[in-house]
């Protein structure tokens, strides 16, 4: 039996452009909202569908007609299904104050030659900051690929991090890589919430029933009572099985960047409902 796959490609900005086969984007209405950019590739049997309203979000990728994306069921009718896929800013042990405008609050949009969308938020007060992000999707392969960027647009230095998310429905079992470098003794961490918006990681000696390592791989039973891990991975990818899916989410490893939050490249958050995949940037420093 062929195995379906689904492939989301991170780039950061400053990438050469799209080297792919660009499929048709046509605007419409989506999960009653509107506007939604659809991609749709025919050959690949897959669709993808942006929400430029909430947030910019990628809130559909399906490999025929099966979506490994997860929405809100109560936010539905209401233009705000909060989950998918979206791009945040961290490092999230900073404990960042709330930044609707780069998280939740409606995005600009437009159609640029080549098939590329771009979305793009508004200035955070917040943060002092904006988002945009190019988006693709290959005719050929179905694989989706963004260019990520964030901008200072504060009158003084800052650094943050892209943290990029993903939220796919629960029940299925994720696969992260694990560095045979890495700075923790047990190659992954293990989450502990001290606060709403703050985790402690134990690199050291951690254990979960829903969890374990084969060979250099950390497999994670991505249901339950909600959970966190995260590790320091070095191969640039993160992949969630669920059904007969595969969905692998492929980004910019830099093996000197400055991994500020809990060292980590990729978490991952789980609980009953969702299971998040969460590659993160290096902190980079900013000038206005």
């Not at 800052?158 to 992260?176: E, F, V």
Request: proline share 8%; with cysteine.
């Amino acid at each position: 039996m062929k195995a379906k796959h689904l492939a989301l490609l991170l780039l950061l900005g400053g990438c050469a452009p799209f080297g792919l086969s660009p499929a048709p984007i046509r605007v419409g209405a989506f999960l009653d909202a509107e506007p939604a950019l659809i991609f749709e590739a025919a050959e690949a049997g897959v669709t993808a569908v942006c929400l430029p309203g909430v947030a910019g979000r990628i809130v559909h990728y399906s490999l025929g007609g099966e979506n490994i994306l997860w929405n809100n069921p109560d936010a539905q009718g209401k233009d705000r299904p909060q989950g998918g896929y979206g791009l945040d800013l961290g490092p999230e042990m900073r404990g960042l104050p709330r930044h609707a405008a780069i998280w939740e609050a409606p995005h600009q949009w437009g159609l640029l030659a080549g098939g590329v969308a771009t979305v793009a938020s508004g200035a955070d007060a917040a943060l002092g900051m904006k988002v945009d992000k190019q988006v693709a999707l290959d005719a050929v392969t179905g694989n989706l690929e963004i260019i990520q960027r964030m901008r200072n647009i504060s009158g003084a230095e800052q650094a943050y991090c892209i943290w990029d998310r993903t939220l796919c429905k629960s029940g299925g079992w994720t696969l992260i890589p694990l560095n045979r470098k890495s700075r923790f003794p047990a190659r992954w961490v293990l989450g502990k919430r001290l606060t709403p918006a703050k985790w402690a990681y134990d690199g050291v000696s951690p254990s979960h029933p829903n969890m374990k390592v084969i060979d250099d791989l950390l497999v994670v039973r991505s249901i339950g009572p909600e959970q966190k891990v995260g590790a320091d991975s070095d191969a640039g990818w993160i992949a969630y099985v669920r059904g007969r899916l595969l969905f692998v989410k492929y980004f910019p490893y830099t093996p000197d960047g400055l991994y500020s939050d809990g060292g980590l490249s990729v978490a991952h958050y789980y609980n009953d409902r969702i299971a998040e995949l969460e590659p993160i940037s290096p902190e980079v420093r900013l000038p206005p």
